[in-house]
């Protein structure tokens, strides 16, 4: 055995591809017998002796080699029914010790793949030598974490603001750069290390109460640290703290639950999606296991859970929906019209969150309460709801504009009474106006959608009806004859704003020295707050509407009107007509699917009078737009002609 080990050993030290090297590592699991209880010893002594003179990959086998072992000896063991007696020799123990500090050690060293298998070494031992090793690992690395957490907070101050952004231009030294680094490096490895050794231990620790004001105080100080792979390393240590009391989580010190449920709260505002379905794993197994005192922090948690519902990370949407339905079962409404005030207080508080997928979510989370709750629950919030969404309706992020259309169109239908109590309602539609002719599809199309939908509960309000509504989109239709023939390329000859976007705005400044050379570097998947909320008149983030966009929601919105109002309706088209006579613009193609789609939704609406004067330019057009190649064009074209033809047999 000895000699098939070194075999290993030195395999495995040649080799420092991790690839190479699970290879190695399964080839000896296979290949590993059933041992008697002193060649078990022999095995594990052999390893710790080797422990003090290794480095650096050295270490890595065999702390690599350990772990297979022991995965290997309790498989062994469950299906013999063996009891593995060597653990409890003295020799064992007194080994198992030198192994811990050799871990302990390496838990504080650059390298991060040693942190990291460091441990899970730790976990391994407390696993199977049980308190003794759990109180050193624990005491060992929890002064590890402090150590790391207090180096960062002794920093200059400059430093830390240079971090976390607080100022603007301030360099660090590449020597602050780097301690900076090491210290939030040891303090994530310290937080995931302690994660593992307390998931290893069977039961709550003999020392039970020290250890939960111990880590909850420590969770404290660092929950909201700048960086976020630490706050997810909280969040996952809370996960491990209230799985290894839970089945005393009811008599935990009041005090200590309220201090847990503030870190859980924390983790589900945050805003990296990692984070937040960390800390939403921890708030299903919190509620889970307290019984008499759960409802105590239902309107601190249930609130950011149900927003959690409707984020934009698909992870965390299905996980809240799960532990929604798990936690509260057939009793979600209910419980939800219970604590109206404090979901919608929460709601609107993040309407104006700096992160705009949040400001989404609330929108979302908004609508479902105006649609699923009872007028009851809901009489005294619609005032409330409604000046939030005002707010959002005018964001720079694009689909917290779009969600935040619809949301308002729905609850003007369901309550045209208490809106126009809340706000003027002429704001309102200068806004949906606004947004008709957004520069985004989907927007002008889901104004178009609540602009007839708000018409129709408003009984013809004096700034809302369907007459003035025609009159809009009258308005609108002939703007194509403005949109310019040949635009320039490439951005010339657009303006600075226009420019800040696209392929336009790369080419010009691919060259540009000074936005390439000495910037601080940012993780690709970084969602830090970039787009303003409501109120921003700057509208930088939104480039120049053209005329073309403008025509296209008009379109959008006289399909909708079709709908309602067939005979009106017709009589507007001459002026759709008109633009197939417009069309000499690099953008056309878009309006041209958008006018075709239109025409084959609306087609069974058209009176013979109306449309017989353009049924041979609508045949010329079907045949233009069939060789067109574009295929969203010829397809729509040939759902358009097919609908024509069973209509007036085109």
């Given at each position: 055995?000895?000699?098939l080990?070194?075999?290993?050993?030195?395999?495995?030290?040649?080799?420092?591809?991790?690839?190479?090297?699970?290879?190695?590592?399964?080839?000896?699991?296979?290949?590993?017998p059933k041992?008697?209880?002193?060649?078990?010893k022999?095995?594990?002594?052999?390893?710790?002796?080797?422990?003090?003179?290794?480095?650096?990959?050295?270490?890595l086998?065999?702390?690599h080699?350990?772990?297979?072992?022991?995965?290997?000896?309790?498989?062994?063991?469950?299906?013999?029914?063996?009891?593995?007696?060597?653990?409890?020799?003295p020799?064992?123990?007194?080994?198992?010790?030198?192994?811990?500090?050799?871990?302990?050690?390496?838990?504080?060293?650059?390298?991060?793949r040693l942190?990291?298998?460091?441990?899970k070494q730790?976990?391994?031992?407390?696993?199977?030598?049980?308190t003794?090793?759990?109180?050193?690992?624990?005491?060992?690395?929890?002064?590890?974490?402090?150590?790391?957490?207090?180096?960062?907070?002794?920093?200059?101050?400059?430093?830390?603001?240079?971090?976390?952004?607080?100022?603007?231009?301030?360099?660090q030294?590449?020597?602050s750069?780097?301690?900076?680094?090491?210290?939030?490096?040891?303090?994530?490895?310290?937080?995931?290390?302690?994660?593992?050794?307390?998931k290893?231990?069977?039961?709550?620790?003999?020392n039970?109460?020290?250890?939960?004001?111990?880590?909850?105080?420590?969770?404290?100080?660092?929950?909201?640290?700048?960086?976020?792979?630490?706050?997810?390393?909280?969040?996952?240590?809370?996960?491990?703290?209230?799985?290894?009391?839970?089945?005393?989580?009811?008599?935990?010190?009041?005090e200590?639950?309220?201090?847990?449920?503030?870190?859980?709260?924390?983790?589900?505002?945050?805003?990296?999606?990692?984070?937040?379905?960390?800390?939403?794993?921890?708030?299903?197994?919190?509620?889970?296991?307290?019984?008499?005192?759960k409802?105590?922090?239902?309107?601190?948690?249930?609130?950011?859970?149900?927003?959690?519902?409707?984020?934009?990370?698909?992870?965390?949407?299905?996980?809240?929906?799960e532990?929604?339905?798990?936690?509260?079962?057939?009793?979600?409404?209910?419980?939800?019209?219970?604590l109206?005030?404090?979901?919608?207080?929460?709601y609107?508080?993040?309407?104006?969150?700096?992160?705009?997928?949040?400001?989404?979510?609330?929108?979302?989370?908004?609508?479902?309460?105006?649609?699923?709750?009872?007028?009851?629950?809901l009489?005294?919030h619609?005032?409330?709801?409604?000046?939030?969404?005002?707010?959002?309706?005018?964001?720079e992020?694009?689909?917290?504009?779009?969600?935040?259309?619809?949301?308002?169109?729905?609850?003007?239908?369901?309550?045209?009474?208490?809106?126009?109590?809340?706000?003027?309602v002429?704001?309102?539609?200068?806004?949906?106006?606004?947004?008709?002719?957004?520069?985004?599809?989907?927007?002008?199309?889901?104004?178009?959608?609540?602009?007839?939908?708000?018409c129709e509960?408003?009984?013809?309000?004096?700034?809302?009806?369907?007459?003035?509504?025609?009159?809009?989109?009258?308005?609108?239709?002939?703007?194509?004859?403005?949109?310019?023939?040949?635009?320039?390329?490439?951005?010339?000859?657009?303006?600075?704003?226009?420019?800040?976007?696209?392929?336009?705005?790369?080419?010009?400044h691919?060259?540009?020295?000074?936005?390439?050379?000495?910037?601080?570097m940012?993780?690709?998947?970084?969602?830090?707050?970039?787009?303003?909320?409501?109120?921003?008149?700057d509208?930088?983030?939104?480039?120049?509407?053209?005329?073309?966009?403008?025509?296209d929601?008009?379109?959008?919105?006289?399909?909708r009107?079709?709908?309602?109002?067939?005979?009106?309706?017709?009589?507007?088209?001459?002026l759709?007509?008109?633009?197939?006579?417009?069309?000499?613009?690099?953008?056309?193609?878009?309006?041209?699917?958008t006018?075709?789609?239109?025409?084959?939704?609306?087609?069974?609406?058209?009176?013979?009078?109306?449309?017989?004067?353009?049924?041979?330019?609508?045949?010329?057009?079907?045949?233009?737009?069939?060789r067109s190649d574009?295929?969203?064009?010829?397809?729509?074209?040939?759902?358009?002609?097919r609908?024509?033809?069973?209509?007036?047999?085109?």
């Amino acid at each position: 055995m000895e000699n098939l080990q070194k075999q290993l050993l030195e395999s495995l030290e040649q080799t420092k591809n991790q690839l190479e090297r699970e290879k190695l590592l399964i080839q000896f699991e296979h290949s590993f017998p059933k041992l008697e209880g002193v060649q078990l010893k022999q095995l594990f002594v052999l390893n710790s002796k080797q422990l003090d003179e290794l480095n650096g990959d050295q270490l890595l086998s065999v702390l690599h080699l350990f772990l297979v072992q022991e995965k290997i000896l309790s498989s062994v063991a469950s299906k013999e029914n063996i009891k593995i007696e060597w653990r409890t020799d003295p020799s064992c123990k007194e080994e198992s010790i030198r192994f811990c500090q050799t871990c302990v050690r390496s838990a504080q060293v650059s390298e991060n793949r040693l942190r990291t298998l460091a441990g899970k070494q730790l976990g391994e031992l407390v696993c199977i030598f049980g308190t003794d090793i759990f109180t050193l690992a624990y005491t060992s690395i929890l002064q590890i974490a402090w150590r790391a957490l207090s180096d960062r907070k002794t920093e200059p101050e400059s430093n830390i603001k240079a971090v976390e952004g607080e100022t603007e231009h301030c360099l660090q030294s590449k020597s602050s750069v780097l301690c900076e680094s090491r210290n939030v490096n040891c303090l994530e490895s310290s937080l995931e290390t302690i994660a593992v050794i307390l998931k290893s231990q069977e039961g709550p620790p003999l020392n039970s109460g020290s250890v939960q004001k111990e880590l909850l105080s420590f969770l404290n100080q660092c929950y909201g640290h700048s960086n976020r792979f630490v706050r997810e390393a909280c969040q996952h240590l809370m996960h491990s703290l209230v799985e290894i009391f839970k089945s005393c989580l009811d008599n935990v010190e009041p005090e200590l639950l309220d201090m847990a449920a503030k870190i859980i709260t924390s983790g589900m505002e945050d805003n990296w999606s990692q984070v937040r379905f960390a800390s939403s794993v921890s708030c299903r197994l919190f509620l889970q296991n307290l019984k008499s005192k759960k409802s105590q922090y239902f309107s601190i948690l249930l609130p950011r859970l149900r927003l959690n519902c409707h984020y934009a990370a698909e992870g965390v949407k299905s996980y809240c929906l799960e532990s929604w339905k798990l936690l509260l079962k057939d009793n979600g409404l209910n419980t939800f019209s219970e604590l109206a005030e404090s979901f919608f207080d929460y709601y609107v508080s993040q309407t104006t969150a700096e992160n705009h997928s949040v400001r989404e979510a609330a929108c979302y989370a908004m609508e479902e309460a105006v649609e699923r709750l009872p007028f009851k629950s809901l009489e005294g919030h619609i005032k409330q709801v409604v000046h939030s969404l005002f707010i959002c309706f005018q964001d720079e992020s694009w689909p917290v504009r779009d969600c935040a259309s619809v949301v308002c169109g729905s609850v003007t239908a369901k309550y045209p009474n208490q809106v126009q109590e809340s706000i003027e309602v002429e704001k309102l539609v200068e806004l949906w106006k606004d947004t008709l002719t957004d520069n985004i599809p989907s927007v002008r199309e889901n104004s178009a959608i609540a602009l007839v939908k708000a018409c129709e509960s408003l009984n013809n309000h004096v700034s809302l009806n369907y007459a003035a509504l025609f009159e809009y989109c009258s308005e609108l239709m002939p703007r194509v004859k403005d949109q310019p023939k040949n635009p320039e390329k490439y951005g010339k000859g657009k303006t600075h704003q226009d420019s800040q976007f696209g392929a336009a705005h790369k080419l010009a400044h691919d060259n540009d020295k000074e936005i390439h050379l000495e910037q601080t570097m940012y993780s690709c998947g970084s969602l830090a707050p970039k787009l303003k909320g409501g109120h921003s008149c700057d509208r930088r983030n939104r480039r120049t509407k053209e005329p073309w966009e403008e025509v296209d929601g008009a379109l959008r919105l006289w399909r909708r009107l079709f709908l309602k109002r067939p005979r009106e309706a017709c009589k507007l088209i001459p002026l759709s007509m008109e633009i197939f006579e417009h069309l000499e613009f690099a953008k056309a193609p878009y309006l041209l699917d958008t006018l075709w789609s239109v025409i084959g939704d609306t087609a069974e609406y058209f009176d013979d009078e109306s449309i017989m004067l353009y049924l041979s330019l609508l045949k010329e057009q079907i045949q233009i737009a069939k060789r067109s190649d574009y295929p969203s064009v010829k397809k729509n074209a040939q759902i358009a002609s097919r609908k024509l033809q069973r209509r007036f047999q085109l």
